[in-house]
């Protein structure tokens, strides 16, 4: 499996490729220094199953990159790493299609993990978005709407999982298999904006209420 890395500072490079290697065995990791080798890069067969690239590097222009390469590769996860990681560069990175947004101060095991979850079809964005004055952006799920944009059965799913239920004890509980309980609470996630049971958490909890 091919991961493309493009970060303008090699020391960078150094220090991530491992933990990138530790996503999968099978891991190789091509590495670029700008915006343009990391688009040729995702040219070459076979085709990268993710991309990760620096928010800040020659070629970027912040999110002017990141549009071109969403528009170059419709179908390969994106993933932008940030130096600074401020609340406007991870909501305009989400608003220009990409699946995760990493902090360059995030832990090699967290990084792992968000990536891995981008992988499996999720999306990876920090907890902060969520915190306090991201209700100032319309990117926020409004909660007060929840209960209308989810459907019945999402709702019975969640509430269940903020009990701190299990999948299988959701299902358990609601009489349906496993599988059911996991497709029901990935449609909740993406109506929530989220990309996990931990952000889901959050986020309502935030509310004080139950969806």
Known sequence: MRIVLADDHR????ALVPFIQRVRDDVQVDEADTLQEAL?????????????????????????????????????????LSGTASRHEALSTMRAG????????????????????VLSGERYFP?????????????????????????????DALNLLLEGLSNKE???????Q???????????YRKLGVSNRVQAVQVVSMAGQSV
């Open 40 to 80: 040729d890069l995702g040219t070459q067969d076979p085709a990268p199953a993710l991309i990760i690239l620096d928010f800040r590097m020659p070629g970027m222009n912040g999110v002017t990159g990141v549009r071109a390469a969403r528009r170059q590769f419709p179908g390969i996860p994106l993933v932008v």
């Open 127 to 155: 907890s902060f978005l969520f915190g306090e004055g991201a209700e100032e952006d319309a990117t926020r799920p409004s909660l007060s709407g929840v209960g209308g944009s989810l459907s019945p059965l999402e709702q």
């Open 170 to 176: 959701i299902a358990q509980r609601l009489s349906v």
């Open 178 to 188: 496993e599988v059911t309980v996991k497709k029901r609470l990935s449609s909740a």
């Open 11 to 14: 020391l960078v490079r150094e």
């Open 98 to 117: 990409v699946e995760g947004f990493v902090p360059k101060s995030l832990n090699g095991d967290a990084m792992v993990n968000a990536l891995r979850l």
